[in-house]
Structure formats: C-alpha cells, structure tokens
C-alpha cells in the first residue's frame, strides 16, 4: 500500500472493526460503486461504504468471517463444497471461483452490514496486480512511481495497468488493428 500520511492505519481500521454494523475494511478495487462517506458517527468519516469485501485485502475479525461463512455457505460448506452452487448466492456463473466474496456480501446484505473503504488518492492505495515474475516487477516500480494511477482510485472491477510508452504504445495499436481486422472477417 501507500500509505503516506496514514502511520495509524492499521491500528485505526481495526478500531473501525469495533463499531456496530462494521463486517469489514477493504480495499476499494470492488465490484460496485462505492457509497459515499457518510460523517455519523464521526470516527468512521473517513471511509466510503460498500457490501463487498475482497480476498485481496480485507480485516475483519475471525468472528465475523466465521458467521458470515456459517450464514451463507454453512450447508455448502457441511457438504465438502461439493454439489449445487449455493442458489441464494447471486453472481455471475464465471464468477463463482469467489464464493467467499459473494458469501461475505451475501452476509452483509443479509444482516444490514457495511464494508469500509478508505478512498484512494495519491497518499493512500491498496493494489492487487494479477502478474508475476518478471511483468510483475516492471508493474510494481512504475506503480511505486505512480505512474497512471490516478485513473484506477475507487474504480470498480480495475487492474492496474501503467500506462504504455514508446514500444509499447506501437505494439498496441499493432494488436489492435489485427483485433479490428479479425472481428470484420470474423463477421462476414
């Protein structure tokens, strides 16, 4: 994370964790708009809200993690996460790998409980990247530079993806003129 600015963070997040109809603190790359901060009570000003957590970066207590788990997927769970997807989870078919995403949101909905979010900006964000090896290196120094970032604060369903330079930008218009040509023939 950056975090400039934010010494306490983490010991203030799970003070949040404390205040009634809290599940959880996560980061803000979800999959829906998030609410705005709401200034009651005064402590939790800070945070936007949602009903989603993320396997990326969530604090919530174990209690909290066990109810929801018992609450929506209790049965699933009983049967060795075998048979029927759980029909009271609603997502989409290709999303069901996160199961206990939507078993955590499913919960909060549920119950009447909200997910914090810090809003991201150039002195607070909490980034998952899917790369590895030798990608994910270039993506993390350019990302520590801030490089285009400010297009991914609080966007739902984003990666980030630093912006392309030199090379890079020709190689992509290259790919996506063969897109556009593959697509035309592909539908005469």
């Not at 599940?23 to 945070?47: G, K, M, W």
């Not at 970066?57 to 996460?81: C, E, N, P, T, Y």
Request: charged fraction near 30%; aromatic fraction near 12%.
């Amino acid at each position: 994370p950056m975090r400039d600015g934010h010494a306490h963070w983490l010991a203030d997040d799970i003070a949040a964790l404390d205040e009634p109809g809290v599940f959880a603190v996560t980061n803000a790359h979800l999959v829906d708009e998030l609410e705005p901060e709401r200034p009651e009570p005064a402590r939790l000003a800070q945070y936007k809200r949602s009903d989603f957590a993320s396997l990326n970066f969530s604090l919530m207590k174990a209690s909290a993690f066990g109810d929801a788990m018992r609450f929506s997927i209790g049965q699933f769970i009983d049967q060795g996460f075998r048979g029927e997807f759980p029909s009271h989870i609603e997502c989409e078919e290709k999303y069901r790998r996160a199961l206990i995403e939507w078993g955590w949101q499913h919960y909060c909905r549920e119950q009447g409980l909200t997910t914090l979010v810090r809003p991201e900006s150039l002195s607070w964000m909490i980034y998952h990247i899917n790369k590895r090896d030798r990608k994910l290196l270039e993506y993390r120094r350019r990302f520590r530079k801030r490089l285009g970032v400010e297009k991914y604060f609080d966007t739902p369903r984003s990666l980030y993806r630093p912006p392309h330079t030199g090379l890079g930008k020709f190689g992509r218009r290259i790919e996506n003129a063969v897109r556009t040509i593959r697509r035309s023939i592909a539908k005469k």
